[in-house]
C-alpha cells in the first residue's frame, strides 16, 4: 500500500534554510508525479513545488529561487531545499504524489504547482516555523 512520511520540519530564524524529506513506500519510479504543498492556519491550501517523471520542476511564484525539489529514486525519497526561509512560509508542508498517466502526455509539471494539493495521495505533515 502506497505511503508518504514527511520530516524534517523544524523552528529557524528568518534567512535560515530547512531540508524537508519524504519516504515514498510502493510509488512506481517513473509512474507518478511527487510534490509538496502547504497550509498555514487559516489560509487555503499552496501547491509549492513539482517533480515530474523526468525530472523537470515547477515551483509557485512565492517560492521560485528559494526552494529545490528533488528526489533520489534509489532512496524512495522526495526533498524540498528550502534556503532565505521568510516569516510568510510559515505552514504544514505535506508531500503528495498523483499517476502521471492523469496529465495530458503525462506531463504533470505543465499543470503547474498549484494542483499538487489535488494530488491523490498526500501524507501527514511536517511544521515548518519561521520566526524573524
Known amino acids: 500500500q502506497e505511503s508518504l512520511v514527511a520530516s524534517g520540519g523544524d523552528s529557524v530564524q528568518s534567512g535560515g534554510s530547512l531540508r524537508l524529506s519524504c519516504a515514498a513506500s510502493?510509488?512506481?519510479?517513473?509512474?507518478?508525479?511527487m510534490g509538496w504543498f502547504r497550509q498555514a492556519p487559516g489560509k487555503e491550501r499552496e501547491g509549492v513545488a513539482v517533480i515530474d517523471t523526468d525530472s523537470s520542476t515547477t515551483y509557485a511564484e512565492s517560492v521560485k529561487g528559494r526552494f529545490t525539489i528533488s528526489q533520489d529514486n534509489a532512496k524512495s525519497t522526495l526533498y524540498l531545499q528550502m534556503n532565505n526561509l521568510k516569516r510568510e512560509d510559515t505552514a504544514m508542508y505535506y508531500c503528495a504524489a498523483d499517476p502521471s498517466a492523469y496529465y495530458i502526455g503525462g506531463r504533470c509539471s505543465a499543470a503547474g504547482a498549484g494542483v499538487v494539493s489535488d494530488y491523490n495521495y498526500r501524507g501527514q505533515g511536517t511544521q515548518v516555523t519561521v520566526s524573524s
Open positions: 510502493e510509488f512506481r519510479y517513473g509512474s507518478y508525479c
